[in-house]
């Protein structure tokens, strides 16, 4: 029977397939030290002539195969993790909204408990620890091409990413009657705010591996003019003390009954996003 013969293109996409494969299940450095070509090789079914004809140098074939991760991983805006808990906050708190104090203790309440959601879902995310782990290694790669090839991939990513975010931002702020803190304003004002929150995130994803309960520990504080006491977990005070350094309440919002029923409307539906 004769035998099939396999291309140099279907020899690539196998070997970086299982590749990518191995990475998710052992981690990723810059030189991928722990992955060895030979494995590859055999786990792809490709005949290691081949193999090693489309990839005389091995940091070249790992250059590539960080190339591929970088090229395939989004980051997911966890939309749903936001607008469910927030919304509960709220409704369940609707006969607090009829004072501005009322009001400012239901924003840090649902801020405080929507950004533990979002959290928790970032950091069980396998996409954001990737790109964690792209944007922590990918300097060390040795061919310039290939590097910047990934740093491109990466910057487009996070701005995906930081757009999404930056809409959910904003739509949130209007129901909340909240703006932004001048000079900003705009969509302009809330991309940066979406960066700033990312860059947040990325710093508190990044020091995950460390270990210790520098960022887990719970303070009791009154927040961001709350005056309710709340656990505060550091992660998630860090991450509440960039989104109000951005936004504060809108003095041109009339706060009539009219306008807290919308308010409820309006996040009653925001709540049921999926």
């Known amino acids: 029977m004769p035998t099939t013969r396999i291309n140099d293109r279907e020899t690539e996409r196998k070997m970086l397939d299982v590749a990518v494969s191995l990475i998710h299940q052992q981690g990723i450095s810059a030189e991928l030290d722990d992955l060895a070509f030979e494995q590859i090789v055999q786990e792809a079914g490709v005949p290691r002539d081949s193999a090693y ?39 369940d708190r ?31 995310s396998p996409e954001w620890n990737t790109f964690a782990a792209l944007v922590a290694c990918h300097q060390g790669i040795a061919d ?10 990466l910057a487009a990513t996070e701005d995906r990413y ?19 803190v001048p000079p900003l304003a705009g969509p302009d004002g809330f991309e940066l705010m ?23 520990s719970p303070r009791y504080l009154r927040a961001f003019g709350s005056t309710d006491v709340a656990e505060w977990k550091p992660s998630v005070y860090i991450m509440a ?33 999926k």
Do not use: C
């Open 194 to 216: 979406s960066r700033a929150a990312g860059a947040a995130i990325m710093g508190l994803v990044a020091k995950i591996g460390l270990g210790g309960p520098a960022y887990e």
């Open 162 to 180: 930081v757009l999404a975010r930056a809409r959910v931002y904003a739509q949130l702020s209007a129901i909340l009657g909240y703006r932004l």
């Open 53 to 91: 004809r489309r990839w005389p140098k091995l940091h070249e074939f790992y250059g590539e195969v960080l190339l591929e991760l970088a090229s395939g991983t989004t980051l997911p805006v966890t939309e749903s993790a936001i607008a469910e808990p927030a919304g509960a906050i709220v409704l």
């Open 241 to 273: 003390s960039t989104i109000f350094s951005f936004i504060e309440p809108d003095p041109r919002t009339r706060w009539s009954r009219a306008r807290v029923e919308d308010l409820v409307m309006a996040i009653a539906q925001f709540a049921s996003r």
């Open 144 to 153: 310039d091409g290939i590097r910047d090839a990934v740093a491109a991939e």
């Open 94 to 124: 609707i006969e607090h909204l009829g004072t501005a104090q009322g009001r400012r203790n239901v924003v840090v309440e649902m801020f405080r408990v929507a950004i533990g959601a979002d959290y928790d879902s970032i950091v069980a």
